[in-house]
């Protein structure tokens, strides 16, 4: 495995060259098709999963098999491993919105890494703070904000994620489908198809094949944020 690649993972980037090729020879790859469940939840951990192509949903069910997103992982995230921290049963069901390619490392190796290379744990560390922020965020919008505040959020969110801007616009490239936007924003599906109607007619959010538009997104995070 090219050492460059390794290095694009910002978990990695800080680590010596020796380090890192060291890591590459302990890294596996393994490809997974699309709605497929990498980690479920109650499962015990033994591995961390780096993303190298792809996205994946991370979500836990109700008894009655009702969906909520905790969030969606892109190229460069990584995922499993805080049941390798904590030595408790996987938090949460991780499953493929992609076909996707992750790079796969025993408990021991990542354990190991970490004890060897401070700056890791640092990132590691810096990486969770932003997940529960995140969480925070998630938190106060799904209990203080009615359905077109949560909508919004989850928009903000996944623009902060994975969108890029120009010119005041937010593209978002691969906007997850109404029933998964459903289940983050804790609405129904038949709700987020209503609501983005309304933000598309009074022209908020532009629409196009898989693509969303937010048209002022300094304006909507003053609104929604
Ligand atoms: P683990 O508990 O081993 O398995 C499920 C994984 O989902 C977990 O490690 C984290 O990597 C990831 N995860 C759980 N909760 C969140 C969250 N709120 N945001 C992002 N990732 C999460």
């Known amino acids: 495995m090219p050492l460059s690649k390794l290095r694009q993972i910002p978990l990695f980037s800080e ?3 020796n380090a890192l090729s060291e890591l590459a020879k302990s890294l596996k790859t393994q490809t997974f098709r699309k709605d497929t469940t990498v980690v479920s939840e109650t499962d015990e951990g033994s591995m961390l999963y780096i993303i190298n192509k792809g996205q994946v949903k991370i979500s836990r069910l109700s008894e009655t098999g009702k969906e909520v997103i905790l969030a969606i992982l892109g190229e460069g995230d990584f995922f499993g491993e805080m049941s390798l921290l904590d030595g408790l049963a996987r938090s949460a ?9 992750l790079f796969v490392l025993y408990r021991g190796t990542f354990l190991k ?5 401070p700056k ?3 990132g590691l560390l810096k990486e969770l703070a932003l997940r529960l922020r995140k969480s925070d965020t998630q938190i106060k919008s799904l ?3 009615d359905a077109t505040g949560r909508v919004a959020t989850t928009l903000i969110q996944i623009a902060e994620d994975s969108g890029t801007i120009k010119d005041g616009t937010v593209k978002i490239q691969n906007l997850p489908n109404q029933r998964d936007l459903a289940n983050i924003a804790g609405t129904s599906r038949e709700t987020i198809s209503r609501i983005l109607k309304a933000f598309v007619a009074e022209g908020t959010v532009t629409k196009e094949k898989g693509k969303l538009f937010i048209n002022d997104y ?7 944020g």
């Open 15 to 17: 680590l010596e060259d």
């Open 93 to 101: 069901n991780v499953i493929t919105l992609t076909e996707a390619e």
């Open 113 to 117: 890494l970490i004890e060897k290379n």
């Open 120 to 122: 890791i744990a640092i």
């Open 143 to 145: 209990s203080l904000f």
């Open 218 to 224: 300094d304006r909507f995070k003053k609104k929604y």
